[in-house]
């Protein structure tokens, strides 16, 4: 991901804790590496062969990673490399939810969310995955709303961080077909692009990572807002 290069060093000292456990999100490593670097080439996800093994389905799966698949399922695709593959699990609304996290070498990889041992919310960071009409990581915002015109936006509060250009994360959220698009700020190209892009059952209310957790805020503002309402860029 060419707009966080310069951010390795932070990546690094977050990779060790769970996204859902610090107080603010920092993003995993960006390794500059190309895709077709045999290093990546090792690393790519195993898919099955019945599978499109790149693409993004709202509502369905990331590659051949479905919602609803489970844990052992994710772990069978993604298995655990060198770059960095983790487990975490924090509670949420009475029950407990199991981050699972792949890392690529270029990219901060697959996320899944799990409940009671199905994934419920499944998340990318990589440019080896995208939608039906190329959105992926580093897509800018005026490539997703030419294609979803039915986008509501939200701000997670208090979820600022040096790797983001001190910005909270934005995200723009399809409910009904379920997908959610992270918007973070590259500091060197001074401007919000995607980071992550999420997947979700169509219907259903969206909250990253599964949960909200304190002292972060989900504030939903105007539709297709790059900038929270109230705290404006210094």
């Not at 069978?76 to 593959?85: A, D, N, P, T, V």
């Not at 897509?139 to 039915?150: A, E, G, I, L």
């Not at 995200?171 to 995607?194: C, M, N, Q, S, T």
């Amino acid at each position: 991901m060419t707009a966080w290069k310069g951010l390795v060093a932070v990546g690094v000292l977050a990779a060790a804790l769970p996204c859902s456990q610090m107080l603010t999100h920092v993003p995993s490593p960006q390794w500059p590496k190309p895709f077709e670097s045999s290093a990546s080439k090792k690393a790519a996800p195993q898919a099955d062969a019945t599978s499109d093994s790149s693409s993004i389905v709202p509502g369905e799966r990331i590659g051949p990673l479905r919602l609803g698949d489970t844990e052992q399922r994710f772990w069978e695709l993604f298995h655990r490399y060198e770059s960095g593959s983790d487990e975490y699990n924090y509670p949420c609304r009475g029950g407990w939810i199991t981050e699972l996290h792949w890392n690529e070498p270029v990219s901060a990889g697959i996320f899944a969310y799990a409940k009671s041992g199905h994934i419920l919310q499944i998340a990318v960071a990589s440019p080896h995955f995208r939608t039906a009409n190329g959105i992926t990581e580093d897509s800018t915002p005026q490539k997703v709303k030419r294609f979803y015109p039915n986008l509501e936006a939200y701000w997670l509060e208090n979820q600022r961080d040096l790797a983001t250009g001190d910005r909270d994360f934005i995200y723009w959220v399809d409910r009904k077909i379920g997908i959610a698009f992270e918007f973070a700020y590259a500091p060197d190209v001074h401007r919000r692009l995607v980071y992550r892009i999420f997947v979700f059952k169509p219907g259903t209310d969206f909250q990253p990572e599964g949960c909200v957790q304190y002292p972060q805020v989900w504030k939903k503002i105007a539709p297709y807002s790059l900038e929270p309402p109230t705290k404006k860029p210094q």
